[in-house]
């Protein structure tokens, strides 16, 4: 029994609240990260009493008295609960303790509401305190791509390619910020006015960025991409129109036969999901080394190997670049190495290794075409600066890529993979490539959805039919790009 229940008296009156003041003790427990959380939000202003008698109070679903009420009764809740002790508790326990003080609240405070009305204030009580507040329906649901936060008042989701904005609502920025801070220690960081920016992830490893005030003007900006559990298979991406079942056959013939692929695409166009869907194709006795930022790959082999950069620490010290992991990689004796995202000068350790026996290493980088992204890499090795001639970088190019996949998300929400490209040589100063296929765009129906076809371009033979052959798989290819024509 952790609150101060009984007389209305003792409820009213203002507790002090030890465990408010300390900072999280074990970050990754939720009930233990609740303290700083409640702080801000318990200190603001005085409690409400709960000795008055207020009149009935009506609660709309989620509408602003709703908000108002759950303000008042969360205040008064911060007020009777010890929240050191509830910290001990495990998450059942400390939701059972929770309800029932609320309801007594509810009581004292003569609000009236339905029984359906009082379980989603306690469920969202309990998500404050708890967990991450006004996100959590949001994180419950699998269906949600993205979770955009624009501080307190404006949270936006991506649902089946489309962006839209919810009804969810943060008390204040201040409690915005609090779950903000709650998420990132939980990976032993820290975001606040003096380090504003902050990546990190949650328990279920989704992805997160945090940028807070003075950068962000109106209020904390958090934006997750959520983790998704059924990671997409190729033959999902069929399912979904993304790539015809002939372009699926081809691109596991590309992928098993050990093809240097580079994924292009804008922003959240399905570039990771693509490289990880690729990496299925990679035999089980290879041994395989993983760079990314925030690791979001999941291969299924036994022999894989993953690292993940880190930022700098508060000092501006002990910064690990995705360049100094891949770096690192080629002592590892990696059989492929794959980097989730090329955005800086290991686009030149990478290429090296594709040149240098590392078949089929991959990455992604972000790129509207396939020859943008050939700029984009040469761009990246420029900016390294490494001080060679342009045309020794084209060469090197030509030298490590074999396959640039691009992917777009399209107007209509939808993620289609619109080429696959071979990088097949020079002349001169130009890199030839040449497309095996491509996504044609037929219009839209009455719906808004984009009609389209992948078609080949006639390409009967492609570079890479030689190691296709080797691996045994020339006949594949030659049936998956003849399917491709009809
Ligand atoms: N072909 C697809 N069909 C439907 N949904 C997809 C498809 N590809 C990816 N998605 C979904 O779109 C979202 C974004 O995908 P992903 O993370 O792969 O994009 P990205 O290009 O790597 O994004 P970023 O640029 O932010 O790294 C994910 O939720 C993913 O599940
Ligand atoms: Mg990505």
Same mark, same amino acid.
């Given at each position: 029994m952790f609150g101060r229940r009984g007389a209305a008296e003792e409820l009213s009156r203002p507790v002090a609240k030890p465990a408010a003041a300390a900072p999280p003790a074990t970050p990754a427990k939720p009930a233990a990260a609740a303290a700083p959380a409640t702080t801000a939000s318990g200190s603001k202003g005085p409690a409400p009493s709960l000795h008055s008698t207020p009149a009935p109070m009506a609660v709309e679903n989620r509408s602003d008295d709703y908000y108002q009420i759950k303000t008042m009764i969360f205040g008064a809740l911060i007020d009777t609960i010890d929240l050191a002790q509830l910290a001990q508790l495990d998450v059942d326990s400390a939701r059972e303790e929770i309800r029932d003080i609320v309801n007594e609240i509810i009581t004292i405070k003569n609000v009236t509401m339905s029984i359906a009305e009082q379980e989603q204030l306690l469920t969202d009580i309990c998500n404050d305190v708890l967990g991450y507040g006004p996100l959590e329906p949001l994180l419950a649901r699998d269906d949600i791509a993205d979770i955009m936060v624009n501080g307190a008042n404006r949270v936006f989701i991506e649902v089946a390619g489309k962006v839209q904005l919810t009804n969810i609502r943060f008390r204040d920025n201040a409690q915005l910020m609090n779950i903000c801070q709650r998420i990132v220690s939980q990976v032993g960081r820290r975001v606040d006015e003096s380090s504003p920016i902050c990546d990190a992830r949650l328990l279920d490893g989704s992805r997160v960025n945090v940028i807070a005030p003075p950068l962000s003007l109106d209020g904390p900006?958090?934006?997750?991409?959520?983790?998704?559990?059924?990671?997409?298979?190729?033959?999902?991406?069929?399912?979904?129109?993304?790539?015809?079942?002939?372009?699926?056959?081809?691109?596991?013939?590309?992928?098993?036969?050990?093809?240097? /692929? &580079? #994924?292009?695409?804008?922003? %959240?166009?399905?570039?990771?999901? *693509? @490289?990880?869907?690729?990496?299925?194709?990679? =035999?089980?006795?290879?041994?395989?080394?993983?760079?990314?930022?925030?690791?979001?790959?999941?291969?299924?082999?036994?022999?894989?190997?993953?690292?993940?950069?880190?930022?700098?620490?508060?000092?501006?010290?002990?910064?690990?670049?995705?360049?100094?992991?891949?770096?690192?990689?080629?002592?590892?004796?990696?059989?492929? /190495? &794959? #980097?989730?995202?090329?955005? %800086?000068?290991?686009?030149?350790? *990478? @290429?090296?290794?594709?040149?240098?026996?590392? =078949?089929?290493?991959?990455?992604?980088?972000?790129?509207?075409?396939?020859?943008?992204?050939?700029?984009?890499?040469?761009?990246?090795?420029?900016?390294?600066?490494?001080?060679?001639?342009s045309k020794t970088i084209r060469d090197m190019i030509v030298g490590s890529v074999d396959i640039i996949i691009q992917a777009e998300r399209l107007r209509d929400g939808s993620r289609r993979i619109t080429n696959v490209t071979e990088v097949i040589g020079s002349e001169g100063d130009v890199i030839i490539t040449q497309d095996l296929l491509t996504y044609q765009i037929d219009g839209e129906d009455e719906t808004g959805r984009i009609r389209g076809k992948h078609i080949g371009t006639g390409i009967a033979r492609p570079h890479f039919w030689d190691r296709a052959r080797y691996f045994g798989l020339d006949r594949e290819l030659a049936e998956a790009l003849d399917g491709l024509q009809n």
């Amino acid at each position: 029994m952790f609150g101060r229940r009984g007389a209305a008296e003792e409820l009213s009156r203002p507790v002090a609240k030890p465990a408010a003041a300390a900072p999280p003790a074990t970050p990754a427990k939720p009930a233990a990260a609740a303290a700083p959380a409640t702080t801000a939000s318990g200190s603001k202003g005085p409690a409400p009493s709960l000795h008055s008698t207020p009149a009935p109070m009506a609660v709309e679903n989620r509408s602003d008295d709703y908000y108002q009420i759950k303000t008042m009764i969360f205040g008064a809740l911060i007020d009777t609960i010890d929240l050191a002790q509830l910290a001990q508790l495990d998450v059942d326990s400390a939701r059972e303790e929770i309800r029932d003080i609320v309801n007594e609240i509810i009581t004292i405070k003569n609000v009236t509401m339905s029984i359906a009305e009082q379980e989603q204030l306690l469920t969202d009580i309990c998500n404050d305190v708890l967990g991450y507040g006004p996100l959590e329906p949001l994180l419950a649901r699998d269906d949600i791509a993205d979770i955009m936060v624009n501080g307190a008042n404006r949270v936006f989701i991506e649902v089946a390619g489309k962006v839209q904005l919810t009804n969810i609502r943060f008390r204040d920025n201040a409690q915005l910020m609090n779950i903000c801070q709650r998420i990132v220690s939980q990976v032993g960081r820290r975001v606040d006015e003096s380090s504003p920016i902050c990546d990190a992830r949650l328990l279920d490893g989704s992805r997160v960025n945090v940028i807070a005030p003075p950068l962000s003007l109106d209020g904390p900006t958090l934006t997750i991409r959520k983790f998704r559990k059924d990671k997409l298979k190729l033959e999902d991406l069929v399912r979904y129109g993304s790539i015809s079942p002939e372009g699926a056959r081809v691109l596991a013939v590309i992928g098993r036969c050990r093809c240097n /692929i &580079i #994924v292009s695409g804008g922003t %959240g166009s399905g570039k990771t999901t *693509l @490289l990880n869907v690729l990496t299925a194709y990679i =035999d089980v006795d290879e041994r395989v080394i993983t760079c990314e930022d925030a690791a979001e790959l999941q291969l299924q082999q036994p022999h894989v190997v993953r690292l993940e950069t880190r930022p700098p620490n508060l000092e501006g010290q002990g910064q690990i670049a995705m360049r100094d992991l891949v770096r690192n990689c080629l002592r590892m004796r990696p059989e492929r /190495i &794959i #980097v989730g995202e090329v955005r %800086g000068p290991e686009a030149f350790d *990478l @290429l090296q290794a594709m040149n240098t026996g590392h =078949d089929g290493s991959m990455g992604t980088v972000h790129a509207n075409s396939p020859r943008e992204a050939l700029s984009r890499l040469e761009a990246l090795i420029t900016m390294g600066g490494y001080n060679l001639p342009s045309k020794t970088i084209r060469d090197m190019i030509v030298g490590s890529v074999d396959i640039i996949i691009q992917a777009e998300r399209l107007r209509d929400g939808s993620r289609r993979i619109t080429n696959v490209t071979e990088v097949i040589g020079s002349e001169g100063d130009v890199i030839i490539t040449q497309d095996l296929l491509t996504y044609q765009i037929d219009g839209e129906d009455e719906t808004g959805r984009i009609r389209g076809k992948h078609i080949g371009t006639g390409i009967a033979r492609p570079h890479f039919w030689d190691r296709a052959r080797y691996f045994g798989l020339d006949r594949e290819l030659a049936e998956a790009l003849d399917g491709l024509q009809n």
